[in-house]
């Protein structure tokens, strides 16, 4: 099957520094990513929808100067978080559509990337 | 703009008996529907998918889930769980425009218990 890999799986930061994760698509291409955020015991947040050679579209009230995403190539995607700060600690998640499979609509997602911030 | 409620924050039930948990969605246009699960500090792990065709969609794990348009449900099932199956079950829609974007329900923790 389909495998997305991120990278870190886990980190931790100073408050202020920025932080970069990977997002890769192993075995197929991936026009689209998206990056979710998710809060403990809750449910996944879509914060942007990644396009490969474009700007990404984020989702209302998602700061997009704060998390900057670059889809640089059709298997991978990265989100940095700029001057980071506790709040901004979570899990993040990311996931892909394979182009290759015609109107599915199905996901595939990354193992996640828990971000602490000190 | 879809979006997706999914009625039990959690759900505890005995090990070999039988549990449901439901979904339901709203939409304008026609909708791809998911079932999501989630162990622990993991990713999701697509359990079974509804795009067309028969309503009655059988996944992995031995869950399977029914595709109900009049009511707008979604609901997930499996006969018999295991102490294996704990874990955060998601339901997620995506509609068949602008590059597929998916939207996730709140999240059901499903318990089974010994």
């Known amino acids: 099957g389909a495998v997305v890999s991120q990278h870190p799986s886990w980190v931790i930061c100073k408050s202020g520094t920025s932080v970069k994760i990977e997002c890769r698509s192993l075995d197929f291409q991936a026009t689209t990513m998206f990056w979710y955020r998710q809060f403990p015991k809750k449910s996944l947040m879509l914060m942007a929808t990644s396009n490969e050679g474009s700007k990404a579209t984020y989702e209302q009230g998602v700061e997009k100067d704060k998390f900057l995403i670059n889809h640089a190539s059709l298997t991978l995607s990265t989100l940095t978080v700029t001057s980071a700060h506790p709040e901004d600690s979570s899990f993040y998640i990311c996931?892909?559509?394979?182009?290759?499979?015609?109107?599915?609509?199905?996901?595939?997602f990354g193992e996640g990337s828990r971000l602490t911030v000190l | 703009a879809q979006s997706v409620t999914q009625l039990d924050s959690q759900v505890p039930v005995f090990e070999e008996a039988p549990v449901e948990l439901r979904c339901n969605y709203s939409?304008?246009?026609?909708?791809?529907l998911f079932w999501y699960v989630q162990y622990p500090n993991q990713g999701l792990q697509l359990l079974l998918k509804y795009l067309s065709g028969s309503t009655l969609v059988k996944g992995i794990n031995g869950f399977e889930a029914e595709f109900n348009k009049s009511q707008t449900s979604f609901h997930l099932r499996k006969p018999s769980v295991h102490i294996s199956d704990t874990a955060e079950y998601f339901c997620?829609?995506?509609?068949?425009?602008?590059?597929?974007?998916?939207?996730f329900g709140a999240g059901t923790r499903l318990f089974v218990k010994a």
């Open positions: 996931s892909a559509r394979d182009s290759g499979t015609s109107g599915t609509g199905e996901l595939f």
């Open positions: 939409s304008s246009v026609s909708v791809y």
């Open positions: 997620a829609v995506s509609e068949g425009t602008g590059g597929f974007k998916t939207i």
